[in-house]
């Protein structure tokens, strides 16, 4: 009896499928990427402050009650990064490189669910953040040790991918997740030093400020 629940593979393996995909992707990591931003402003910053803001790419409290410059930078990334998604896959199609089409999809799929796990883990936890859950006080987080923090994160991911492409070395998807997390966190690591390095000399000569309480 044939499986009504097969998925024909062939699906997956047309550009415009993997571009449709790669929107979806893209829209909901930065509607998430928008909720914690909005959290933090909005609950978070009470109780845990991170230096230059929630997010790397910096969303201000002003940009938040204004939405309207980040929906046109939404725009132009999607349409910028979507068009460059197709033009790579679609060149891996003419040229009938199968292996590096898997290899590209890997690269953006697999890097976008790190990424998305983050989110959700971060979202989870700010909603949580309110006057009436215990929890008190304040404290400082300086952005370097965020960036060590996003290392281990991507690393953990790119290595959790690379054992399965152990036990599945023709899966070219794996591979493709597992290095560019593995070159996410590698870039996180290089960028900490270099921000733990400007921490410590900005303090250097105020050791007090380094453990003052934010407020």
């Not at 997010?55 to 201000?60: A, E, P």
């Not at 068009?83 to 690269?107: A, K, N, P």
């Not at 953040?129 to 281990?152: E, H, Q, V």
Request: hydrophobic share 45%.
């Amino acid at each position: 009896m044939e499986n009504v629940f097969q998925i024909d593979s062939s699906f997956f393996y047309r550009p415009s499928t993997m571009v449709m995909l790669w929107i979806l992707i893209f829209t909901s990591d930065r509607l998430m990427n928008y909720v914690g931003v909005k959290l933090y402003y909005g609950r978070v910053k009470h109780f845990l402050l991170f230096e230059d803001g929630y997010h790397l790419k910096s969303i201000s409290e002003y940009e938040i009650g204004h939405p309207g410059g980040i929906i046109a930078k939404f725009l132009s990334e999607l349409i910028i990064s979507t068009t460059g998604v197709w033009i790579l896959l679609y060149s891996c199609r003419l040229l009938s490189s199968w292996s590096f089409y898997e290899f590209f999809c890997g690269t953006f799929v697999l890097f976008e669910a790190c990424i998305h796990f983050r989110h959700m883990r971060n979202v989870s936890l700010f909603s949580l953040a309110k006057k009436d859950s215990g929890l008190y006080g304040c404290i400082a987080i300086p952005k370097w040790i965020r960036l060590r923090n996003n290392f281990m994160e991507f690393i953990i991911f790119s290595l959790s991918y690379l054992v399965i492409f152990f036990f599945d070395t023709s899966n070219y998807f794996v591979l493709g997740g597992a290095l560019s997390c593995l070159f996410a966190s590698l870039s996180n690591l290089i960028y900490a030093q270099k921000e733990k390095k400007t921490f410590i000399r900005k303090n250097l000569n105020s050791p007090r400020e380094i453990n003052a309480p934010a407020i």
